[in-house]
């Protein structure tokens, strides 16, 4: 996945899917929306684009800054593989 930051509020992700991005919307908000994120969301502007639009609102306004959104998405995305290794650890191993 590449990230290009557009702004305090935008991240274009491209290389990525619906898959990919609801596990990391929902690992933001679930864990981040505590203390920073009022709102997060995504759209994919066409279909047969790889390409998707996350939007990143922060509680406080003067936190709002690119770097601050980047250190969002590295935490989403670090909570993200984190549920799914413990997903990985918990199934059973094929005999």
Do not use: C
């Amino acid at each position: 996945m590449e990230v290009n930051v557009k702004d305090s509020f935008t991240i274009e992700l491209l290389k990525t899917n619906h898959t990919i991005l609801n596990v990391i919307r929902w690992a933001i908000n679930e864990f981040e929306s505590v203390y920073d994120v009022e709102l997060i969301g995504y759209t994919i502007p066409h279909p047969m684009e790889e390409r998707a639009i996350m939007k990143i609102q922060l509680k406080h306004e003067e936190e709002q800054t690119e770097d601050a959104i980047l250190s969002i998405l590295r935490r989403g995305i670090t909570a993200a593989e984190d549920v799914f290794n413990n997903l990985e650890e918990k199934l059973p191993t094929a005999a």
